[in-house]
Structure formats: C-alpha cells, structure tokens
T-cell receptor, first 112, second 111 residues
C-alpha cells in the first residue's frame, strides 16, 4: 500500500483562482513533512517543511502557504494563483531525525 | 543564498562503466549533502546522504565530500540502463530540514 498520497494528480486552473493541494502520510507517526516545487525545465525548490502539527516553516516565498492540520496531513494553498505557479508539486516525508526522505507521486499544475 | 551547480549537464556511459557526477556549492558552512535520483517512472528518491568529508557508500552509489573544495561527487559503479535518470545534488546549511538543489545531471546508460 502506498504510504504517501497526493491529490489531485493534475489540475488546470485559471489565474486568480484559489488552489489547494493535499498530501497524506499513512502509517507513520510524527513524520517530518515537506513541499517542493519544480517549474517545467527548472530547478527543484523546497517550499515548506513541518516537524509537527500546526507548525510550518517557509523556505521560499512564492505567494503560497502551507498548513499541517493533522499529524498525517500537509496542505499547500493560495487564494490567487499566478501563471508562475505552474509546475510540478511534490510532497515528501522523513522519519523524525531521519536522514532519508520518501516522495509522493506529485501533482502537476497548469495555470492559464 | 546557497548556490549549487552540477556538472556535466548530461552524461552518456556504457553499461558497466563507472559514471561520475560532480556538484559544487557556495556556502562553506554546509553540513548535509544528498544525492537524489529523479526517474521518469519511479519518481524522486534519495540515493545517499553524507555529512562529513570522505566517502559514503550505498550499494553501487558512492558519494565523496570535500568541504574545503566545496565539492561533492557521486560515483555509480556498474551502471545499468535502468539507472538512466536525472541526478540531483542537494545541499543544506541547517541539518536535514532545508535543502538547496542543483539543476541536475541527465544520465543515459547505453546497453
């Protein structure tokens, strides 16, 4: 069974519309959680990380926000999408204090 | 801000020959280094993490770190066609929470 699930798989949205991407980790207690973004042909960038429920640290400012409402859930959102938000969004988890990471399948976003 | 540069941009090797990838970083206080593989079918995975100068081996993958030279490399022993992928170097100054990535090296392994 897949440990990390991301939704939706892909999305096409209009500029100025809201966005919510989700990530759920199954069967892991108190994981560290991460959001990454990669523009088409671009460099992978870390956006946010969270080490516990309710606590999120921002790494790169892209007019996006993240929240961790539950131990196993990580949400990426914005109220107004920009064309520059297009790309591939990856969620990842690592064990507390762990040296490795495990990535979800990703969400491909196209903003028109 | 940390700058991470990888070379070469692309590399083609024959099956069984050693593949060597390079990565330079700008911040000498960096303390955590990772090599990732981004495979079109399998997604993104961590291959090896290294924290101190020297080498770290994980199966056929060996990372070499020289912080004085701001350089970390990845060597793939006996590469196979299934190793064809984009390899990403990532560097952190803050332990394991925040990494900066290079643009990647696209590796093609020819049978």
């Amino acid at each position: 069974a897949q440990t990390i699930h991301q939704w939706p798989v892909a999305e096409i949205k209009a500029v100025g519309s809201p966005l919510s991407l989700g990530c759920t980790i199954k069967g892991k207690s108190s994981p560290n959680l991460y959001w990454y973004w990669q523009a088409t042909g671009g460099t992978l960038q870390q956006l946010f990380y969270s080490i516990t429920v309710g606590q999120v640290e921002s790494v790169v400012q892209l007019n996006l926000s993240a929240s961790r409402p539950k131990d196993d859930q990580f949400i990426l959102s914005t109220e107004k999408l920009l064309l520059s938000h297009s790309g591939f969004y990856l969620c990842a988890w690592s064990p507390w204090g762990g040296v490795t990471q495990y990535f979800g399948p990703g969400t491909r976003l196209l903003v028109l | 801000q940390q700058k991470v540069q990888q070379s070469p941009e692309s590399l083609t090797v024959s099956e069984g020959a050693m593949a060597s990838l390079n990565c330079t970083f700008s911040d000498g206080t960096s303390n955590n280094f990772r090599w990732y593989r981004q495979h079109s079918a399998k997604g993104l995975e961590v291959l090896v993490s290294i924290f101190s100068d020297g080498e770290k081996e994980e199966g056929r993958f060996t990372a070499h770190l020289n912080r004085a030279n701001l350089h970390v490399s990845l060597h793939i022993r006996e590469p196979q066609p299934s190793d064809s992928a984009v390899y990403l170097c990532a560097v952190s100054m803050t332990g394991y929470q925040n990494f900066y990535f290079g643009k990647g090296t696209s590796l093609t392994v020819i049978p």
